[in-house]
């Protein structure tokens, strides 16, 4: 399946708004617990939907041992990997450097069945659990099985164990079920212009609604969809006006969010760190800290996927 760029558009906000939720400063700034509460009603579940568009779009009949192994490989060998090298970060610096959310040597162990490192990594977890379940589900009607059972989860007031990031994949599987469901019978709204400001109006109005806690149980429920509605029109919307270099560089980021996703804390929170050192901390230097954690947040895992990819091209040259 060829690439959808405003998909891939929709994939780098969205990660940008994850590097940005996971700032957490101490003390808080005025406004920003309201930004944070706005970012997290829809960018997760927008991760979430467009992968379940993107599996009902390239699923492809196989053994289905075959495709989970292909996600095992995909998704939680590089989680594995990621989190011995956050947690061996921590244990080496945290003596030296002011690091969040210290670990100990048990993380090793506890990183197999639930995310100790980074507990951001609940995304990982619970996207290999619904891999395991879509292809059982991938046909028209077995989707929308998929779909009501998901909402039914959703709804339910279960508290589940707190392994493999079971409570994540309940409150999310709906999302990427919806996707599926969108993916299997057509596509993506095309968002006319006459629809854009309905969207635009709707989200803002709900989001202040929901920020100061008028009707907010129904619109915890509601927002997520709006969201998902409203980034992927902002999306289709860059799509059609930007080109060259920006549009090239934002193409790159959303399809680069996953090794983002996994390393961006550590690159962020190292350049936090090393900030400290010199006496500039968000209490002091907001803007300048919040900047270069969100900056190597994302460029940092690029960098470090461009060279490895330069090293592994070398080698296999020599070969």
């Known amino acids: 399946m060829q690439r959808i760029d405003y998909l891939d558009i929709a994939k ?46 390239t699923y492809r009949q196989q053994p289905y041992l075959n495709f989970i192994s292909k996600k095992f490989r995909h998704l939680m060998v590089p989680y594995f990997l990621t989190s011995v090298l956050i947690i061996t ?24 069945y639930r995310p100790s490192a980074a507990v951001h990594l609940w995304f990982i977890w619970a996207l290999m659990l619904l891999y395991i379940v879509a ?19 959703w709804l339910l007031p279960l ?17 990427f079920a919806t996707g599926m469901l969108t993916g299997n019978f ?20 709900m989001e202040y609604l929901y920020a100061y ?21 902002v999306s289709r919307i860059l799509s059609e006006a930007t080109y060259g270099k920006v549009r090239s560089a934002i193409l790159f980021i959303g399809k680069n969010s996953l090794i983002i996703f996994l390393l961006h804390s550590a690159f962020g929170e190292f350049g936090k760190a090393t900030l400290s050192l010199a006496g500039i901390t968000q209490e002091n230097h907001f803007v300048l800290t919040l900047l270069t954690f969100v900056l190597l947040g994302i460029c940092g895992p690029l960098l470090l996927k461009t060279v490895l990819l330069f090293i592994s091209a070398r080698v296999s040259r020599k070969k």
């Open 12 to 57: 780098a906000i969205c990660i940008i708004l994850v590097v940005v939720g996971h700032f957490n400063p101490s003390p808080t700034p005025d406004g920003w617990h309201t930004a944070m509460n706005v970012i997290y009603t829809f960018h997760m579940p927008l991760f979430m939907f467009v992968s379940g568009f993107l599996f009902s779009k």
């Open 89 to 112: 970060i921590k244990l080496t610096l945290q003596g030296t450097l002011s690091v969040k959310n210290t670990a100990v040597a048990q993380d090793f162990l506890t990183m197999l």
């Open 135 to 153: 292809p059982l589900c991938r046909k028209r009607f077995a989707s929308l099985g998929f779909l009501a059972g998901a909402v039914a989860l």
């Open 159 to 175: 508290n589940l164990p707190d392994i493999f990031s079971l409570n994540q994949f309940k409150a999310n599987a709906v999302f």
């Open 186 to 205: 057509g596509h993506t709204p095309d968002f006319k212009k006459t629809l854009r400001p309905i969207i635009i109006v709707l989200f803002a109005v």
């Open 213 to 233: 806690g008028v009707c907010a149980p129904v619109l915890k429920r509601v927002l997520p969809f709006v969201g998902i509605l409203f980034i992927l029109m």
